[in-house]
């Protein structure tokens, strides 16, 4: 209980305390700040990592296949290089999306 007071202390002084820090000193209008490249980097990121994170699983699931049927190994390497090219060719996209916008 006594740990539940201090934490709800601390959450109510730091937000009596926030407005002090919301006009830059001097009245002055603070510079805008641009965040494109910072988000740009961020959703790039997001968006490799899925597409890394879908080719492992699509790799995965292939060398399964191949392992359970080896006679249809021709079949499922052609359907898991497809496969893989367009989850490249994803990727790419973000990376051209994320750069014309930023």
């Given at each position: 209980m006594r740990?539940?007071?201090i934490f709800m202390a601390i959450v109510a002084m730091l937000l009596f305390v926030a407005p002090i820090f919301a006009q830059a000193p001097g009245g002055a209008a603070p510079a805008p700040t641009n965040w494109k490249p910072a988000l740009a980097a961020i959703g790039m990121g997001i968006g490799s990592g899925l597409c890394g994170l879908g080719q492992g699983r699509a790799a995965a699931g292939a060398a399964e296949a191949?392992?359970?049927n080896p006679g249809a190994a021709a079949g499922i390497r052609f359907a898991l290089i497809?496969?893989?090219v367009l989850i490249e060719s994803l990727a790419l996209y973000v990376m051209v999306i994320i750069y014309t916008v930023s």
């Open positions: 740990s539940k007071m191949m392992a359970r497809l496969g893989l």
